[in-house]
Each structure stands twice: as structure tokens, then as C-alpha cells.
């Protein structure tokens, strides 16, 4: 599988984006699909997951403002995100894993088998 991510730029605090991941090959069954982000000098954290297509999980530092979705019917993956801020700024990744992992291990990424290469998101204040 391979993932294709799109729809980072630069904004302005306040304004909104929408990034894209388009799989190559069918996301029906997948048990977890998942948005990271990596500020420069910082770790790759989790922003947003959906597990087993039912459970969104959104990190506390964007909740109210970033929404995930999945269209199994189109492969893809969405990150809609609003009111955006200049600590916002990173590349962000999606990621998809084919094996069933256990819920406290949803946020490590090296559980992921599959990346996208990465939209860089510029917010600037």
C-alpha cells in the first residue's frame, strides 16, 4: 500500500486547511488509520485516529478545531483543520497499520506499516 498525502501550505493563524491521503490500495478492513504531525526538533506525535472505523481518537491540543474522516469508498483519508495556529506548523503524515494493536499503543508510531510522505503545514501568526 501506498499513501499519497496532500493539501499542506501556508496560512495564516486562524484560517483552515484540509489534508488528503489517498491509499493505493483499498482501506476496507484496515483497523487503524491515524494523522501524525513532526514539528522541527520535536517528536512525531499522534493528532488524530480512527480504530476500527468507528472510534475517532483527537489529541487534546487540537480537539474543537481538527477533524478526521475516512471514505473507504474513495481510499482516502481526511484531516480538516480550523483555526489554526502558528505551534500548528509541522509535517504531517498519515499512516495506516494492517495488524489489530491495542488501544495504549495507538499513539506510537512504530506501529504504523505504512506512511504517506509527509505535507509540510505552515501557519504563521
Known amino acids: 500500500v501506498q499513501l499519497q498525502a496532500s493539501g499542506g501550505g501556508l496560512v495564516q493563524a486562524g484560517e483552515s486547511l484540509r489534508l488528503s491521503c489517498t491509499a493505493s490500495?483499498?482501506?476496507?478492513?484496515?483497523?487503524?488509520v491515524a494523522w501524525f504531525r513532526q514539528a522541527p526538533g520535536k517528536q512525531r506525535e499522534l493528532v488524530a485516529s480512527?480504530?476500527?472505523?468507528?472510534?475517532?481518537d483527537i489529541a487534546d491540543s487540537v480537539k474543537g478545531r481538527f477533524t478526521i474522516s475516512r471514505d473507504d469508498g474513495k481510499n482516502a483519508l481526511y484531516l480538516k483543520m480550523n483555526s489554526l495556529k502558528p505551534e500548528d506548523t509541522a509535517v504531517y503524515y498519515c499512516?495506516?497499520?494492517?495488524?489489530?494493536?491495542?488501544?495504549?499503543?495507538?499513539?506510537?508510531?512504530?506501529?504504523?506499516?505504512?506512511w504517506g510522505q509527509g505535507t509540510l503545514v505552515t501557519v504563521s501568526s
Open positions: 499512516a495506516l497499520t494492517v495488524s489489530r494493536p491495542i488501544m495504549s499503543s495507538i499513539p506510537d508510531p512504530s506501529i504504523y506499516d505504512y
Open positions: 480512527i480504530i476500527n472505523g468507528k472510534i475517532i
Open positions: 490500495g483499498s482501506l476496507r478492513g484496515i483497523s487503524v
